[in-house]
């Protein structure tokens, strides 16, 4: 599981769908572009529910990782959000697939 920070909220799901939306957010950064997508993700009350994100160069998101709930099954949300970054266009290119993201290491990662 991993949190989605953005400037209206913060937002816990899958790994794979948080995958995708970075994915989907470099993809509309390189085409200039904005969009709206519908995510799942599991509430304060550990309710499954869904949000609408507002994506573009001017919305930065951040992902951290989150504890694990069981029985979230994000697959299909994240397939569906991956579809539609590949249909951008053709100059919009995917580095990776949902759950494929390069490692990432903080500053101090690397001093220690």
Do not use: C
């Not at 939306?21 to 509430?43: C, K, N, S, Y």
């Amino acid at each position: 599981m991993k949190t989605l920070i953005t400037q209206v909220g913060t937002y816990v799901t899958g790994d794979a769908v948080a995958d995708a939306v970075v994915q989907h957010w470099l993809a509309l950064t390189e085409e200039r572009r904005g969009d709206v997508v519908e995510i799942p993700f599991v509430g304060p009350d550990g309710r499954r529910s869904r949000v609408r994100l507002a994506m573009g160069a001017a919305l930065p998101i951040a992902v951290v990782d989150a504890e694990t709930v069981d029985g979230f099954d994000d697959e299909a949300a994240a397939h569906a959000l991956l579809n539609r970054t590949h249909s951008l266009s053709p100059s919009a290119s995917v580095g990776f697939d949902a759950g494929d993201l390069p490692d990432v290491h903080s500053e101090y990662d690397l001093l220690t």
